[in-house]
């Protein structure tokens, strides 16, 4: 059986950011997880005592802390800052983006609307900077029953398809005067999965690596999924089962933004013993 890489995967360049300050910043806490990937965040707190609190109302005595990849709050931002605490600022600067323009925009009297997930903590992180709230939908349906102002300025979380977002923008045209769009969606996200996209049409199996909580693995495996039928989702190379590779020719790998090389790597070994 022939192994495909595809040709752009795992780690970008704000995980890469983000890890290297965590290894340089020992006995320090994260506020939630620094990425989306369990093995990563164990590596991390096995080797450089890095741990991390859930919630922020976990934060106790905290000398040091790191702002994960996906940024936190204005408000925990401010908090953290009112008691002096070290901070170790790793937010991603494609996910700082957008919360400036969120304030920016808010402030200048535009309706803030986010393409995104409401629950993902980018898009809680984003929303904390609009001045007076923001509106988030993944489809147009979401938006139906929703009051659009003249001025809106559109944003988007950036893990999402970038063809989503273009049906979020051609609802909202129509239904206001004035229209910002903002393409906030991460050119790393953009190649992953286009990159996905190629290779899941050239396999009769696909592996994608990645957390299960992490939204760019999601998505590349929703992509890979369309393409090719046997597609699996996976963290490490212990999920992995023999059955699937039975008769297959051609097996594709690819990884989301927050996966490490070296889990890659496993994975890879374990199919090639199979």
Known sequence: MEIRLAKNYGFCFGVKRAIKMAEESPNSTTIGPLIHNNE?????????????????????NIKKAIIRTHGITKDNLKELKERNIDIIDATCPFVSKPQKICEEMSEKGYQIIIFGDINHPEVKGVMSYAKDGAIVALTPKELEDKKIKHKVAIIAQTTRKFSEYIDIVNYIMPRCKEIRVFNTICNATFENQEAVRELSSECDIMIIVGGKNSSNTKQLYTISKTNCTDSYLIENEKELEKKWFENKKVCGISAGASTPDWIIQKVMRKIKEF
Do not use: A, G, P, Y
């Not at 590596?43 to 106790?60: G, I, M, P, Q, Y």
């Open 40 to 60: 990563e965040i164990n590596r991390l707190k096995t080797s450089f005592n890095v741990d991390n609190v859930n919630n922020f109302s976990e934060v106790k």
